[in-house]
């Protein structure tokens, strides 16, 4: 019955995955970027010149700058997606997209920020500006961290067979459908509550909490497949540091940048320390050898 689901469920995955990832889906993506990044731009015309009314939802668009928050939080939306669809191929490269993502949550936050200008005057910038330029240097720091985790991190398989490693991979491309799932019920409700209150807030902290429930899933199903001390806690920590970035997401200003820097930094060291310890090694389980090493290109279609 599990593996039927299994199956069923990965079949439905892959299929999403295609579509996602077809060249056709990606101009379809920037076509509509750029559509309602100059669809604002008309909307704030319209509103300077008094032919719309800046009442309810129209309100934000009152200021041009509010054009570039809206296109890149719909970038920032794809990004979302595109990092469920790489959780199935390893946790450690999910763990470092979901750092990228905050990093661009920062950079959205100073996009925010820019938004509120509403005059060039300098007296009218000082705050946003201030808050502007932290958020865009702590950014640039996590992009940093996340840079060199990249050139350091390796990846283990810890089944001991093919047909062992096939399930694992099975049971986090279903996951990842459920989470899929669970994100586009997130933005719908978010959605809702923009054509409601006339204000969007984008819900990344609870995505970010599915995401830990998940993360845990699957260190739980990990147990199917290895016990060994090293794995088990490689991939606790890995949960650790969501956790550092679903706290960071509601955190109050400065609070967040240290938070999610401080965590950024964590994920560096535990690479470091995994890879300095391990790295240069074989582990041995039982009879069986295992390398650190890539998966073999199938099982990431």
């Known amino acids: 019955m599990i593996d039927k689901i299994l199956i069923s469920g990965e079949k439905l ?3 999403i ?7 056709r889906m990606h101009r379809f993506i920037s076509n509509l970027l750029v559509f309602v990044f100059l669809l604002s731009l008309v909307l704030y015309f319209l509103i300077n010149q008094k032919i719309l009314p800046a009442k309810g939802i129209l309100t934000s668009f009152s200021n041009p700058f509010f054009s570039i928050e809206v296109s890149f939080t719909m970038l920032l939306l794809t990004e979302i997606v595109s990092m469920i669809f790489v959780l199935p191929k390893s946790v450690a490269k999910s763990v470092t997209k979901q ?3 905050l990093s661009l949550i920062f950079l959205r936050h100073g996009f925010q920020e820019f938004s509120k200008v509403h005059s060039l005057h300098w007296n009218d910038m000082v705050k946003p500006v201030e808050y502007m330029f932290v958020y865009g240097a702590s950014s640039l720091f996590v992009y940093f961290i996340i840079g060199i985790v990249y050139k350091k991190q390796r990846h283990i398989i810890i089944c001991r067979t093919e047909r062992a490693q096939r399930n694992f991979i099975r ?3 279903v996951i990842s459908l459920l989470l899929l799932v669970s994100f586009l019920i997130i933005t719908t409700i978010d959605f809702n509550h923009l054509i409601i209150n006339n204000i969007y807030t984008a819900s990344f902290h609870t995505f970010f909490s599915i995401l830990i429930f998940s993360d845990i899933l699957i260190l739980l199903i990990t147990f199917r497949y290895a ?3 090293r794995t088990m806690y490689r991939y606790s920590a890995f949960i650790l540091a969501t956790i550092f970035i679903r706290i960071a997401l509601t955190s109050h200003p400065y609070y967040d940048i240290v938070i999610g820097s401080l965590a950024a930094l964590y994920l560096l060291f535990l690479v470091l320390t995994y890879n300095y310890f391990e790295g240069a090694k074989k582990i041995q389980k039982s009879t069986h050898e295992i390398k650190h090493t890539a998966l073999p290109k199938k099982y990431f279609k």
């Open 17 to 23: 995955k295609d579509i996602w990832e077809t060249e």
């Open 171 to 173: 049971f986090k491309r």
């Open 99 to 101: 750092f990228e993502l």
């Open 227 to 229: 016990l060994d001390y």
């Open 13 to 15: 995955y892959l299929k």
